[in-house]
């Protein structure tokens, strides 16, 4: 089935450690997203990649890093930078503008970090 | 960049007709107006888009204004599995970032 997969569902990890949630699509996307998400609160943008091997900042970077080697993959890394990491991750991804015509963004089912 | 506007939350009677709205007075020509829907502890998913026309789907109806400086995500007869938080974004050659507001909580009362 084509889908955007994150995992684990569920992540534990001690303070100061860094930690790397995995995001995986094969949709054939050339963007790609990574959200935070806090108890009652909106989707907050930490990054997104356009195409592989480019990737740029959204509103919460501070803390986060990606990388983005395979179009298929974009794993997010929770750094020991990151003061408040506990919260639900979510990745996405969609046809980039200028590829064809506007089309919906595919989620997973979020990654639940956390941090003790 | 172009931003939505939406209230934070909204009650509905199951069966009845839901009328969600969305505020966005900077959307450019390009932009489109997209809705996600997202029920507790899942991720988002895609509920409708449009651009200028009034739109249909098995899910939902989006009303789009004349000027598209807003738009009404329109659930025909709301069950109580459509009680979730409903976000609506533009889409275009200025937003691929695709950035979401807080959305509105619509509950649904039995």
């Known amino acids: 089935d084509g889908g955007i997969t994150q995992s684990p569902k569920y992540l534990f990890r001690k303070e100061g450690q860094n930690v790397t949630l995995s995001c995986e699509q094969n949709?054939?996307?050339?963007?790609m997203y990574w959200y935070r998400q806090d108890p009652g609160q909106g989707l907050r943008l930490i990054y997104y990649?356009?195409?592989?091997?480019d990737f740029q900042k959204g509103d919460i970077a501070e803390g986060y890093s990606v990388s983005r080697e395979k179009k298929e993959s974009f794993p997010l890394t929770v750094t020991s930078a990151q003061k408040n990491p506990t919260a639900f991750y979510l990745c996405a991804s969609s046809i980039a503008w200028g590829q064809g015509r506007n089309t919906e963004a595919f989620f997973g089912q979020g990654t639940r970090l956390t941090v003790v | 960049d172009a931003k939505t506007t939406q209230p934070n939350s909204m009650e509905s009677n199951e069966e009845e007709p839901v009328h969600l709205p969305c505020n966005h007075s900077t959307i450019s020509g390009t932009d489109y107006i997209h809705w996600y829907r997202q029920l507790p502890s899942q991720g988002p998913e895609y509920v409708i888009h449009?651009?200028?026309s009034n739109v249909n789907n098995r899910m939902a109806s989006l009303a789009i204004a004349e000027d598209r400086k807003s738009s009404t995500l329109i659930l025909h007869r709301a069950t109580l599995r459509d009680a979730a938080v409903y976000y609506c974004?533009?889409?275009?050659?200025?937003?691929?970032?695709?950035?979401f507001g807080a959305g509105t909580r619509l509950t649904v009362k039995p």
């Open positions: 990649s356009q195409i592989v091997n």
């Open positions: 949709l054939n996307h050339d963007a």
């Open positions: 974004i533009l889409r275009g050659y200025n937003n691929n970032d695709m950035r």
């Open positions: 449009g651009l200028t």
